[in-house]
């Protein structure tokens, strides 16, 4: 009796196509982007990564174009909303607004050189517990790639700055992300590398957890870019 063939196709997830190949056109080697096709990305990326409930908000719009336009480089609109391209971006807005999906999707719109790795500001607090100090040094330095020693970009988005927990390390206590900030800082001053964050706090809020002089620091390394105080729970 012949053994039985069984046919197994193993179903791949499809790879989305980058912005620059989905929205933009290229000409004269420059990128010149359509809005609307940016949105059509937008949506078909958050329905690949985030499921088929994903959905843009039309209230949204202006604030994605900012995002965007300061992503791909547009010195021209970045002037024009008050946009300063050698600081990097907080984005602010009430829980469940959709900051950090929207951070991880504007993301592909940087070019490779400038896009970030997102990090929880609450994991950093629980990494601080287990590698002290050493945590907060490694975050104020450029990453350097292991196998080839040269410099990467070093760029990061903290998400969720104000939800973490001061930490103890050997019984000395440590607001993790405010030294973090005040490293960040000290990196932007001297080799101008870019530090980008989401919160939920607000201004005064901030200088209330981190203090007068990490808020000072904030000013100076990031551009505000914040939804609408009464932004919906999108999570809902």
Known sequence: MEKEKIHC??????TMPSPYEWAA???????????????????????????????????????????????????????????????????????GCGKTTLMLLINS???????FQMKSARELSFEFEKQGYDLIGRYGKPMVHASTGKYRNGIYCFDDLGVEQSQKFYG????????????????YAQKRILTHATTNL??????????????????????????DSNSKDKRK
């Not at 994903?54 to 300061?70: N, W």
């Not at 005064?204 to 000072?216: A, D, F, I, Q, T």
């Open 9 to 14: 196709r193993l179903q791949q997830k499809k």
């Open 25 to 95: 056109e290229l000409k004269d080697g420059v990128y010149h982007f359509s809005f609307s096709e940016c949105l059509s990305w937008l949506k078909a990326s958050g329905k690949h990564h985030f499921g088929e409930g994903f959905s843009l908000f039309s209230e949204d719009q202006a604030l994605i174009y900012r995002l965007i336009v300061y992503a791909i480089g547009d010195e021209v609109a970045c002037r024009k909303y008050g946009i300063q391209m050698d600081k990097g971006i907080l984005l602010t807005g009430p829980v």
């Open 109 to 115: 719109f940087f070019p490779p050189m400038k896009q």
């Open 172 to 187: 000395n206590e440590c607001n993790v992300m405010a030294e973090i900030l005040l490293s960040r800082y000290e990196l």
């Open 202 to 227: 607000s201004a005064s809020e901030l200088e209330s957890r981190y203090g007068n002089r990490v808020r000072s620091r904030m000013r100076e390394l990031f551009n505000l870019i914040a939804f």
